[in-house]
Protein backbone atom coordinates (compact mmCIF):
# COMPACT_ATOMS: atom_id res chain seq x y z
CA UNK A 1 0.00 0.00 0.00
CA UNK A 2 1.55 3.12 -1.10
CA UNK A 3 3.00 5.52 2.12
CA UNK A 4 0.44 8.43 1.54
CA UNK A 5 -2.35 5.81 1.75
CA UNK A 6 -1.26 4.58 5.05
CA UNK A 7 -0.92 8.39 6.21
CA UNK A 8 -4.45 8.68 5.51
CA UNK A 9 -5.92 5.92 7.24
CA UNK A 10 -4.04 6.87 9.99
CA UNK A 11 -5.65 10.39 9.79
CA UNK A 12 -9.03 8.70 11.12
CA UNK A 13 -7.80 8.64 14.71
CA UNK A 14 -4.59 10.36 14.94
CA UNK A 15 -3.61 12.99 16.07
CA UNK A 16 -4.93 12.58 19.40
CA UNK A 17 -3.29 15.15 21.48
CA UNK A 18 -5.06 18.30 21.31
CA UNK A 19 -3.23 22.17 21.22
CA UNK A 20 -5.84 24.72 22.93
CA UNK A 21 -5.31 28.39 22.28
CA UNK A 22 -6.83 31.14 23.35
CA UNK A 23 -8.03 33.95 20.54
CA UNK A 24 -9.56 37.31 21.12
CA UNK A 25 -10.93 39.75 18.85
CA UNK A 26 -13.70 41.71 17.88
CA UNK A 27 -16.65 41.09 15.84
CA UNK A 28 -18.31 43.84 13.65
CA UNK A 29 -20.71 46.04 15.50
CA UNK A 30 -19.62 44.97 18.51
CA UNK A 31 -17.15 47.14 21.22
CA UNK A 32 -16.22 44.68 23.80
CA UNK A 33 -13.79 41.95 22.43
CA UNK A 34 -14.72 37.96 22.34
CA UNK A 35 -12.92 35.21 23.10
CA UNK A 36 -12.76 31.50 21.10
CA UNK A 37 -10.86 28.47 22.82
CA UNK A 38 -9.60 26.28 20.33
CA UNK A 39 -8.82 22.82 20.47
CA UNK A 40 -7.34 21.33 17.47
CA UNK A 41 -3.99 22.26 14.83
CA UNK A 42 -3.25 25.69 14.61
CA UNK A 43 -4.40 26.35 11.30
CA UNK A 44 -7.88 25.14 11.92
CA UNK A 45 -8.07 27.74 14.65
CA UNK A 46 -6.89 30.21 12.27
CA UNK A 47 -9.74 29.53 10.40
CA UNK A 48 -13.02 29.41 12.71
CA UNK A 49 -11.45 32.63 14.43
CA UNK A 50 -10.68 34.28 10.82
CA UNK A 51 -14.02 33.33 9.67
CA UNK A 52 -15.92 35.14 12.85
CA UNK A 53 -13.52 38.33 13.89
CA UNK A 54 -10.36 39.77 13.49
CA UNK A 55 -7.88 38.44 15.90
CA UNK A 56 -5.47 40.87 18.14
CA UNK A 57 -4.44 38.48 20.67
CA UNK A 58 -3.62 34.17 21.02
CA UNK A 59 -2.31 32.34 23.32
CA UNK A 60 -1.37 28.87 24.15
CA UNK A 61 -3.27 27.67 26.91
CA UNK A 62 -2.37 23.72 27.07
CA UNK A 63 -3.58 20.44 25.47
CA UNK A 64 -5.75 17.87 25.86
CA UNK A 65 -4.00 14.41 26.13
CA UNK A 66 -6.99 13.09 23.73
CA UNK A 67 -10.04 13.74 22.77
CA UNK A 68 -11.98 12.31 25.22
CA UNK A 69 -10.67 15.53 27.48
CA UNK A 70 -13.30 17.23 25.58
CA UNK A 71 -16.19 16.31 28.04
CA UNK A 72 -14.34 16.75 30.94
CA UNK A 73 -15.04 18.94 33.73
CA UNK A 74 -11.01 20.88 33.06
CA UNK A 75 -12.23 21.87 29.58
CA UNK A 76 -15.40 22.84 30.57
CA UNK A 77 -13.89 25.12 32.93
CA UNK A 78 -12.17 26.56 30.16
CA UNK A 79 -14.96 26.81 27.65
CA UNK A 80 -17.68 29.05 30.25
CA UNK A 81 -14.40 31.78 30.38
CA UNK A 82 -14.68 31.98 26.19
CA UNK A 83 -18.06 32.64 24.23
CA UNK A 84 -17.25 30.14 22.01
CA UNK A 85 -15.53 26.85 21.43
CA UNK A 86 -14.18 25.29 18.36
CA UNK A 87 -13.05 21.54 18.73
CA UNK A 88 -11.19 19.61 15.84
CA UNK A 89 -11.19 15.76 16.06
CA UNK A 90 -9.98 13.10 13.93
CA UNK A 91 -13.34 11.33 12.60
CA UNK A 92 -12.92 8.15 14.66
CA UNK A 93 -13.39 10.41 17.72
CA UNK A 94 -16.11 12.57 16.75
CA UNK A 95 -18.19 11.11 19.39
CA UNK A 96 -16.30 13.04 22.21
CA UNK A 97 -17.28 16.29 21.10
CA UNK A 98 -19.48 17.53 23.57
CA UNK A 99 -23.27 17.41 23.85
CA UNK A 100 -23.91 20.98 23.63
CA UNK A 101 -22.10 21.04 20.19
CA UNK A 102 -24.64 23.03 17.56
CA UNK A 103 -22.29 22.61 14.67
CA UNK A 104 -20.01 19.79 13.58
CA UNK A 105 -18.42 20.39 9.56
CA UNK A 106 -15.84 18.48 7.97
CA UNK A 107 -12.31 20.43 8.11
CA UNK A 108 -12.13 20.47 4.49
CA UNK A 109 -14.57 20.34 1.80
CA UNK A 110 -13.81 19.54 -1.78
CA UNK A 111 -14.68 21.76 -4.60
CA UNK A 112 -15.51 20.01 -8.35
CA UNK A 113 -16.67 21.23 -11.97
CA UNK A 114 -18.75 18.96 -13.42
CA UNK A 115 -20.15 18.67 -17.39
CA UNK A 116 -23.99 18.72 -17.84
CA UNK A 117 -24.59 15.20 -19.73
CA UNK A 118 -26.00 17.22 -22.55
CA UNK A 119 -24.00 19.85 -23.45
CA UNK A 120 -20.03 20.58 -23.85
CA UNK A 121 -17.84 21.42 -20.78
CA UNK A 122 -17.32 25.25 -20.80
CA UNK A 123 -16.21 27.87 -18.55
CA UNK A 124 -18.49 31.04 -17.28
CA UNK A 125 -17.97 33.60 -20.05
CA UNK A 126 -16.76 35.90 -17.50
CA UNK A 127 -13.55 33.92 -16.30
CA UNK A 128 -12.37 33.46 -19.22
CA UNK A 129 -12.96 37.17 -20.76
CA UNK A 130 -10.99 37.88 -17.13
CA UNK A 131 -8.23 35.26 -18.29
CA UNK A 132 -8.21 36.74 -22.03
CA UNK A 133 -7.80 40.29 -20.69
CA UNK A 134 -4.76 39.08 -17.92
CA UNK A 135 -2.72 37.01 -20.84
CA UNK A 136 -3.00 40.12 -23.30
CA UNK A 137 -1.80 42.49 -20.55
CA UNK A 138 0.83 40.34 -18.56
CA UNK A 139 2.21 38.18 -21.95
CA UNK A 140 1.17 35.45 -20.31
CA UNK A 141 1.26 31.61 -21.74
CA UNK A 142 1.12 28.33 -20.47
CA UNK A 143 3.44 25.21 -20.99
CA UNK A 144 2.65 21.40 -20.44
CA UNK A 145 5.38 19.06 -19.13
CA UNK A 146 6.33 15.63 -18.07
CA UNK A 147 9.87 16.51 -17.73
CA UNK A 148 11.48 15.00 -14.49
CA UNK A 149 13.86 18.19 -14.94
CA UNK A 150 10.73 20.50 -14.81
CA UNK A 151 9.22 18.63 -11.87
CA UNK A 152 12.14 19.07 -9.56
CA UNK A 153 12.90 22.43 -10.87
CA UNK A 154 9.24 23.70 -9.87
CA UNK A 155 9.32 21.98 -6.53
CA UNK A 156 12.67 23.78 -6.10
CA UNK A 157 11.63 27.23 -7.28
CA UNK A 158 8.18 27.40 -6.90
CA UNK A 159 6.24 24.95 -4.70
CA UNK A 160 8.68 24.55 -1.54
CA UNK A 161 9.19 28.49 -1.52
CA UNK A 162 5.62 29.62 -1.92
CA UNK A 163 4.48 27.22 0.55
CA UNK A 164 6.77 28.69 3.30
CA UNK A 165 6.42 31.99 2.32
CA UNK A 166 2.42 32.01 2.73
CA UNK A 167 2.11 30.02 5.30
CA UNK A 168 5.36 30.19 6.93
CA UNK A 169 5.76 28.12 10.77
CA UNK A 170 2.53 26.82 10.21
CA UNK A 171 3.39 25.29 6.71
CA UNK A 172 2.98 21.39 5.99
CA UNK A 173 5.39 20.42 2.85
CA UNK A 174 5.76 17.54 1.31
CA UNK A 175 9.23 16.46 1.28
CA UNK A 176 11.19 16.24 -2.60
CA UNK A 177 10.90 12.37 -2.62
CA UNK A 178 7.47 12.02 -1.71
CA UNK A 179 6.93 14.95 -4.04
CA UNK A 180 8.10 13.41 -7.07
CA UNK A 181 7.00 9.60 -6.19
CA UNK A 182 3.06 11.59 -6.10
CA UNK A 183 3.91 13.15 -9.25
CA UNK A 184 4.99 10.32 -11.58
CA UNK A 185 2.79 10.51 -14.40
CA UNK A 186 1.39 13.91 -13.56
CA UNK A 187 1.88 16.62 -16.01
CA UNK A 188 3.03 19.98 -14.87
CA UNK A 189 1.27 23.16 -15.91
CA UNK A 190 4.22 25.79 -16.67
CA UNK A 191 2.94 29.22 -16.44
CA UNK A 192 5.08 31.77 -18.22
CA UNK A 193 5.29 35.67 -18.55
CA UNK A 194 7.36 37.00 -20.84
CA UNK A 195 9.54 34.30 -21.06
CA UNK A 196 9.94 34.29 -17.44
CA UNK A 197 8.65 31.27 -15.12
CA UNK A 198 6.12 32.38 -12.43
CA UNK A 199 3.97 29.65 -11.41
CA UNK A 200 2.91 26.24 -12.07
CA UNK A 201 0.59 23.78 -10.88
CA UNK A 202 0.72 19.72 -11.21
CA UNK A 203 -1.99 18.40 -13.30
CA UNK A 204 -3.45 14.48 -13.10
CA UNK A 205 -6.16 12.97 -15.11
CA UNK A 206 -7.92 9.66 -14.68
CA UNK A 207 -10.00 8.64 -17.59
CA UNK A 208 -12.86 11.89 -17.49
CA UNK A 209 -11.66 13.08 -14.28
CA UNK A 210 -8.72 16.04 -14.00
CA UNK A 211 -7.40 16.46 -10.64
CA UNK A 212 -5.56 20.29 -9.99
CA UNK A 213 -2.55 19.28 -7.80
CA UNK A 214 -0.23 21.18 -6.30
CA UNK A 215 0.86 25.04 -7.08
CA UNK A 216 3.81 27.38 -6.76
CA UNK A 217 4.45 30.95 -7.38
CA UNK A 218 7.18 33.02 -7.61
CA UNK A 219 5.47 35.25 -5.40
CA UNK A 220 3.38 35.82 -2.53
CA UNK A 221 0.19 36.50 -3.99
CA UNK A 222 0.61 34.90 -7.04
CA UNK A 223 0.93 38.14 -10.04
CA UNK A 224 -2.42 39.48 -10.88
CA UNK A 225 -4.28 37.21 -12.63
CA UNK A 226 -2.08 34.30 -12.86
CA UNK A 227 -3.80 32.15 -10.77
CA UNK A 228 -6.99 32.51 -12.85
CA UNK A 229 -4.87 31.92 -16.12
CA UNK A 230 -3.26 29.16 -14.83
CA UNK A 231 -6.27 27.35 -13.77
CA UNK A 232 -8.64 28.27 -16.65
CA UNK A 233 -5.91 26.89 -19.63
CA UNK A 234 -5.32 23.48 -17.39
CA UNK A 235 -9.25 23.14 -17.15
CA UNK A 236 -9.45 23.46 -20.92
CA UNK A 237 -6.34 21.70 -21.15
CA UNK A 238 -8.22 18.60 -19.54
CA UNK A 239 -11.01 18.90 -21.37
CA UNK A 240 -9.49 18.75 -24.95
CA UNK A 241 -8.60 15.72 -23.80
CA UNK A 242 -11.78 14.28 -22.95
CA UNK A 243 -11.97 15.39 -18.78
CA UNK A 244 -16.00 16.28 -17.92
CA UNK A 245 -15.08 16.43 -13.87
CA UNK A 246 -12.52 18.72 -12.96
CA UNK A 247 -11.36 18.39 -8.76
CA UNK A 248 -10.40 21.61 -8.10
CA UNK A 249 -8.84 20.60 -4.52
CA UNK A 250 -9.96 20.51 -0.82
CA UNK A 251 -11.09 24.48 0.53
CA UNK A 252 -12.06 25.18 4.18
CA UNK A 253 -16.49 24.38 4.86
CA UNK A 254 -17.04 28.36 4.38
CA UNK A 255 -19.29 29.75 1.79
CA UNK A 256 -17.21 33.31 2.92
CA UNK A 257 -14.26 32.04 2.47
CA UNK A 258 -11.85 33.59 -0.04
CA UNK A 259 -10.55 30.24 -1.75
CA UNK A 260 -14.13 28.72 -2.25
CA UNK A 261 -15.24 31.96 -3.25
CA UNK A 262 -12.66 31.94 -5.99
CA UNK A 263 -13.00 28.24 -6.91
CA UNK A 264 -16.90 28.92 -7.21
CA UNK A 265 -16.32 31.93 -10.06
CA UNK A 266 -15.14 29.17 -12.07
CA UNK A 267 -18.26 27.12 -11.47
CA UNK A 268 -17.15 24.70 -8.68
CA UNK A 269 -19.42 23.45 -6.42
CA UNK A 270 -18.83 22.49 -2.78
CA UNK A 271 -19.00 18.36 -2.31
CA UNK A 272 -17.75 16.16 0.23
CA UNK A 273 -14.29 14.97 -0.04
CA UNK A 274 -13.80 11.51 -1.39
CA UNK A 275 -11.64 10.46 1.81
CA UNK A 276 -13.38 11.62 5.67
CA UNK A 277 -12.09 14.70 7.17
CA UNK A 278 -11.42 15.14 10.66
CA UNK A 279 -14.55 16.94 12.26
CA UNK A 280 -14.76 20.31 13.27
CA UNK A 281 -17.15 21.22 15.94
CA UNK A 282 -18.52 24.99 16.86
CA UNK A 283 -19.95 25.29 20.88
CA UNK A 284 -21.17 28.45 21.81
CA UNK A 285 -21.15 29.43 25.17
CA UNK A 286 -22.80 32.63 25.24
CA UNK A 287 -24.75 34.11 22.06
CA UNK A 288 -25.04 37.77 21.24
CA UNK A 289 -27.05 39.22 18.12
CA UNK A 290 -23.37 40.23 16.62
CA UNK A 291 -21.88 36.36 17.31
CA UNK A 292 -25.51 35.29 15.48
CA UNK A 293 -24.98 37.70 12.36
CA UNK A 294 -20.96 36.63 12.10
CA UNK A 295 -22.03 33.10 12.57
CA UNK A 296 -24.33 33.17 9.61
CA UNK A 297 -22.06 35.49 7.18
CA UNK A 298 -19.89 32.57 7.76
CA UNK A 299 -21.81 30.40 5.43
CA UNK A 300 -20.23 27.29 7.23
CA UNK A 301 -21.09 24.35 5.37
CA UNK A 302 -21.53 20.68 6.48
CA UNK A 303 -23.51 17.28 4.55
CA UNK A 304 -26.74 16.03 5.37
CA UNK A 305 -27.73 12.32 3.10
CA UNK A 306 -25.60 13.38 0.24
CA UNK A 307 -26.80 17.42 0.74
CA UNK A 308 -24.36 20.16 1.00
CA UNK A 309 -25.92 22.30 4.17
CA UNK A 310 -25.62 26.05 5.02
CA UNK A 311 -25.56 26.39 8.64
CA UNK A 312 -27.35 29.57 10.13
CA UNK A 313 -28.80 29.86 13.55
CA UNK A 314 -31.95 32.33 14.66
CA UNK A 315 -31.52 35.60 16.67
CA UNK A 316 -34.00 33.67 19.45
CA UNK A 317 -30.69 32.14 20.47
CA UNK A 318 -28.93 35.71 20.87
CA UNK A 319 -29.35 37.34 24.18
CA UNK A 320 -28.85 41.31 24.58
Same mark, same amino acid.
Given at each position: ??????? &???????????????? $????? /? #?????????? /?????????????????????????????????????????? +???????????? %???????? !????? @??????????? !????? #????????????????? =??????????????? =??????? =??????????????????? @?????????????? /?????????? %??????????? /?????????? @????????????????? @???????????????? $???????????????? *?? %?? &??? #??? !?????? #???? $?? +?????? *?????????? &????????
Amino acid at each position: MPWRHVK &TIASLVAPIVLPVQRL $VGRLP /G #LADPIAILCA /GTPSTADFVAGALLEVEERTVVGSLGSPLELRGAAFRKLCAG +ADLAAMEVPRAW %QACLPGGT !QLRMP @AWVSQELLANT !QSPFT #LPAPILKEVRRQSRRNA =YELRFSTDLGDIRSF =YAKLYRP =YVMARFGTGAVIVDEEQFL @AVSRGMTLAMLMAA /GDWIAGMLLQ %QRGETLHLGWF /GSCSVPPRTG @ASEVLDARSIEWGVAKG @ARRVVMGHSRPSLADG $VVRYKSRFGATVRSTR *FP %QR &TIG #LWV !QRWSPE #LVAS $VN +AAKFVS *FRDGRTCVYE &THPEHATP
